[in-house]
């Protein structure tokens, strides 16, 4: 994933880096204008007397990921800005039913992955709508989409096919199901155990559920 500056930023002033422990929630927006591009967001938020683009970061229709405000405190959301990252679309997903293109969504989708593995408190990812008052990022932005990521992040568990690999903690437990002939693995050996597979294993074994 690549991020470019904005060619020529314009920044009025000196912008005030984010306490990145705060930050909760990334809020996605849309531009409600079919065309506008960064450079004409940027000319209305220096317009209305802002220290630079209101985002964090812009995503435009062929993909492309601009800093805007980066780790900066940002103007996405008045009163909620402190505490959470603004990312603007290109585009009106509100008055038109478009759909977002690929290149636009998956773009969104590496950001936002990118940005929650920076910011580890950054759990949720929200619609602007979400703060009430407006209805950005529009009926017709995937949102759902996006904020399944959550979901998507958290099937992408580690897998373990083999005893070593596995967690310390799990390893007694892995290697007496593999002796008792509970656990086999594919024809290969590899045993394709998840985080998740792992934890039950070790709880149902200090159950006593596989005896000793
Ligand atoms: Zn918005």
Known sequence: MK??????????????????????TIVLHHMAH????????????????????????????????????????GAG?????????SIGFQGDYHS????????Q????????????????????????????GSVCPGKYFPLDEMTKLKKRGEKMENTYNK?????EWSKATV????????LKGDEKGNLGLNDTMIKILVINDRAGIYGN
Not at 77 to 85: M, P, R
Not at 96 to 103: F, Q, R, T
Not at 127 to 132: A, I, L, T, V, W
């Open 3 to 24: 991020i470019s500056n904005i060619p020529n930023q314009i920044v009025k002033g000196i912008m005030t880096p984010l306490d990145t422990n705060k930050v909760d």
């Open 96 to 103: 038109v039913k478009i759909s977002m293109p690929d290149s």
């Open 105 to 132: 969504f998956e773009s969104g989708v590496q950001l936002i992955e990118y940005l929650q593995k920076i910011l580890p408190n950054a759990k949720r990812i929200e619609g602007h709508k979400y703060f009430g």
């Open 34 to 73: 079919k065309t506008a591009g960064v450079k004409e967001v940027e000319r209305w938020h220096i317009n209305n007397g802002w220290t630079a683009i209101g985002y964090n970061y812009f995503i435009s229709f062929d993909g492309t990921i601009y800093k805007g405000r980066g780790l900066n405190v």
């Open 175 to 182: 290697q007496k199901l593999m002796d008792k002939g509970y």
């Open 77 to 85: 959301v008045a009163n909620h800005n402190s505490h959470i990252i």
């Open 163 to 167: 005893v070593n690999n596995c967690p």
